[in-house]
């Protein structure tokens, strides 16, 4: 006698009492089908001659509208006699069930690595402008492909969206509340935002090609500066109406230090005297304020104070561009010495491998929800700029210092289920308590892109090559809208797009730009 053991999977409509757990030799397992999540229980039977697997509810094949989708496949052992089956495989029922499981599980996997490819991929993968070997290393050719990928970008997509657009021909300075197509969505402005896209037209004419346009544009937004965001203490507004009446101003002295480096290049591109007087005024501006104890108002009581990084991280790249438009002062260094210092000093904890966006007064880990947030886009950003800086002095320490940083934020923020960048971190692996904490945003991915391409020029560590192919690979994945050209600025964890917007009160001609800017100089630089 022959016994055969037949082994079907059965996609087909439930039957009333269908399943009988007291009847079946297995129990049940769980499959979780990517956009069919409502199917996710089935119930697995496994018998001589016929094994099925049947959901719960109605079959996929019925919500897919095709109430006969049916796949089989059978398996067959054949044996001398079943009951020489059963004396050589007794305990089959736990052996065919384990076999059961494992494919399952590997069938499970391999849908949802589809799944997580196909929400965050981009039609503009494929193309030339996004995609490089994942498997090229840092060789000379690899460095051309990432070269024009950068520039191109810049040059052939991301001004293009912007310009002319965003140009207030009516009031002056610049629009930039845009949705997906480029409809404009809000009239305000930021004051932040008129700076940093003055500086960014300013640094691409400097840099890349005096282009007419480019200066006349970034001087229009110059202009609508000087006449309607400084207020009469000489501080400067954070948001405004279109026409440029004030609507908040914020404790912090943030617009000043855009403005000043917006002023620092047009002093470059036009040797106008009068701009670098005034970059050197808003600089000065800037640190007193933020620096001179009891000076600017406290965001708390004082109960429990606290410093920030941010102020430092912004002093130093400040510093920097004044020097790289207006030369060398003594007066720059200090200050680019002193917030490295005090980075170092208070918020960069070697012992615990971790880069602290606020601090108590000395530098003390508060063990609070604001206390113990971790934020490593920014930590990261503040990497580069101090890398950077290493790079200019020749100062291995600083390279050091600015890479250790990266390390140890990467560790923290880097996302190993779905890749991409925590948006916030808690320094204890406690749970964060703003909603978006697990989010992902634009900048934190053009700062980590900046940071890992430039720690790897100035170290060769093909570590930093590596992060670079990672951030860089999930970014052009994710971000890019290759129907209307820029960056997306806010994705969920898993790369699904939260909202289509190009700009905001935040996003805006800056942080995606300069990252394209930065990266085909550095690489142009160091073929």
């Not at 589809?114 to 490089?132: A, G, M, T």
């Not at 320094?427 to 980590?448: A, L």
């Given at each position: 006698?022959?016994?055969?053991?037949?082994?079907?999977?059965?996609?087909?409509?439930?039957?009333?009492?269908?399943?009988?757990?007291?009847?079946?030799?297995?129990?049940?397992?769980?499959?979780?089908?990517?956009?069919?999540?409502?199917?996710?229980?089935?119930?697995?039977?496994?018998?001589?001659?016929?094994?099925?697997?049947?959901?719960?509810?109605?079959?996929?094949?019925?919500?897919?509208?095709d109430s006969n989708a049916r796949k089989s496949a059978v398996a067959s052992f054949k044996f001398d006699d079943i009951r020489d089956f059963e004396r050589r495989f007794h305990c089959w029922g736990i052996i065919l069930p384990v076999i059961l499981t494992a494919t399952v599980i590997f069938t499970t996997k391999f849908l949802l690595a589809i799944l997580e490819y196909s929400i965050c991929r981009s039609p503009v993968e494929n193309s030339s402008q996004s995609?490089?070997?994942?498997?090229?290393?840092?060789?000379?050719?690899?460095?051309?492909?990432?070269?024009?990928?950068?520039?191109?970008?810049?040059?052939?997509?991301?001004?293009?969206?912007?310009?002319?657009?965003?140009?207030?021909?009516?009031?002056?300075?610049?629009?930039?509340?845009?949705?997906?197509?480029?409809?404009?969505?809000?009239?305000?402005?930021?004051?932040?935002?008129?700076?940093?896209?003055?500086?960014?037209?300013?640094?691409?004419?400097?840099?890349?090609?005096?282009?007419?346009?480019?200066?006349?544009?970034?001087?229009?937004?110059?202009?609508?500066?000087?006449?309607?965001?400084?207020?009469?203490?000489?501080?400067?507004?954070?948001?405004?109406?279109?026409?440029?009446?004030?609507?908040?101003?914020?404790?912090?002295?943030?617009?000043?230090?855009?403005?000043?480096?917006?002023?620092?290049?047009?002093?470059?591109?036009?040797?106008?005297?009068?701009?670098?007087?005034?970059?050197?005024?808003?600089?000065?501006?800037?640190?007193?304020?933020?620096?001179?104890?009891?000076?600017?108002?406290?965001?708390?009581?004082?109960?429990?104070?606290?410093?920030?990084?941010?102020?430092?991280?912004?002093?130093?790249?400040?510093?920097?561009?004044?020097?790289?438009?207006?030369?060398?002062?003594?007066?720059?260094?200090?200050?680019?010495?002193?917030?490295?210092?005090?980075?170092?000093?208070?918020?960069?904890?070697?012992?615990?491998?971790?880069?602290?966006?606020?601090?108590?007064?000395?530098?003390?880990?508060?063990?609070?929800?604001?206390?113990?947030?971790?934020?490593?886009?920014?930590?990261?950003?503040?990497?580069?700029?101090?890398?950077?800086?290493?790079?200019?002095?020749?100062?291995?320490?600083?390279?050091?210092?600015?890479?250790?940083?990266?390390?140890?934020?990467?560790?923290?923020?880097?996302?190993?289920?779905?890749?991409?960048?925590?948006?916030?971190?808690?320094?204890?692996?406690?749970?964060?308590?703003?909603?978006?904490?697990?989010?992902?945003?634009?900048?934190?991915?053009?700062?980590?892109?900046?940071?890992?391409?430039?720690?790897?020029?100035?170290?060769?560590?093909?570590?930093?090559?590596?992060?670079?192919?990672?951030?860089?690979?999930?970014?052009?994945?994710?971000?890019?809208?290759?129907?209307?050209?820029?960056?997306?600025?806010?994705?969920?964890?898993?790369?699904?797009?939260?909202?289509?917007?190009?700009?905001?009160?935040?996003?805006?001609?800056?942080?995606?730009?300069?990252?394209?800017?930065?990266?085909?100089?550095?690489?142009?630089?160091?073929?």
């Amino acid at each position: 006698m022959h016994g055969e053991i037949g082994i079907r999977w059965v996609w087909t409509k439930p039957r009333e009492n269908d399943w009988n757990p007291a009847a079946d030799w297995f129990t049940r397992n769980e499959l979780r089908l990517p956009g069919h999540e409502e199917h996710r229980l089935f119930a697995v039977r496994l018998k001589v001659g016929d094994m099925r697997a049947v959901p719960v509810n109605r079959s996929v094949g019925e919500r897919a509208g095709d109430s006969n989708a049916r796949k089989s496949a059978v398996a067959s052992f054949k044996f001398d006699d079943i009951r020489d089956f059963e004396r050589r495989f007794h305990c089959w029922g736990i052996i065919l069930p384990v076999i059961l499981t494992a494919t399952v599980i590997f069938t499970t996997k391999f849908l949802l690595a589809i799944l997580e490819y196909s929400i965050c991929r981009s039609p503009v993968e494929n193309s030339s402008q996004s995609r490089v070997d994942s498997s090229a290393q840092m060789t000379a050719n690899h460095k051309q492909e990432l070269f024009k990928i950068y520039r191109d970008g810049l040059l052939k997509d991301t001004v293009p969206f912007w310009f002319p657009r965003a140009v207030d021909k009516e009031y002056g300075g610049f629009l930039h509340a845009f949705d997906r197509d480029g409809t404009l969505l809000d009239t305000d402005k930021s004051v932040w935002v008129q700076g940093r896209m003055c500086w960014m037209l300013l640094t691409l004419y400097n840099t890349i090609e005096k282009r007419s346009e480019w200066l006349e544009w970034a001087e229009r937004g110059l202009e609508f500066l000087e006449h309607h965001c400084v207020d009469t203490d000489g501080r400067m507004f954070f948001h405004v109406t279109r026409e440029g009446r004030p609507i908040r101003k914020r404790r912090y002295a943030f617009s000043e230090a855009f403005a000043a480096i917006a002023y620092a290049a047009h002093a470059h591109a036009t040797g106008s005297d009068r701009s670098a007087v005034r970059a050197r005024e808003l600089f000065e501006g800037f640190t007193r304020w933020n620096f001179t104890p009891g000076l600017m108002p406290p965001k708390f009581t004082d109960t429990r104070p606290m410093i920030g990084m941010g102020p430092r991280m912004i002093a130093i790249v400040t510093a920097q561009e004044l020097r790289a438009n207006l030369g060398a002062d003594p007066m720059l260094t200090a200050w680019i010495d002193r917030c490295i210092d005090e980075i170092c000093r208070y918020f960069v904890k070697p012992d615990l491998r971790v880069v602290m966006e606020t601090v108590g007064p000395t530098g003390e880990i508060l063990d609070h929800f604001d206390g113990r947030m971790l934020n490593p886009g920014h930590a990261i950003e503040g990497a580069w700029f101090i890398m950077h800086e290493g790079h200019y002095r020749s100062d291995g320490s600083l390279v050091r210092l600015g890479c250790d940083m990266l390390d140890w934020m990467w560790g923290r923020g880097w996302d190993t289920e779905y890749d991409g960048i925590f948006y916030f971190r808690d320094v204890y692996g406690k749970p964060v308590q703003e909603y978006w904490q697990d989010m992902k945003f634009w900048w934190p991915h053009n700062e980590t892109i900046i940071a890992t391409l430039l720690a790897h020029q100035l170290t060769g560590d093909e570590k930093y090559a590596r992060w670079h192919q990672l951030v860089h690979d999930w970014s052009y994945r994710c971000f890019p809208d290759p129907k209307y050209g820029e960056w997306y600025g806010y994705l969920h964890r898993d790369g699904r797009i939260s909202v289509p917007l190009k700009g905001n009160l935040w996003k805006s001609f800056f942080h995606h730009p300069r990252m394209q800017w930065y990266c085909s100089q550095l690489l142009q630089v160091n073929p």
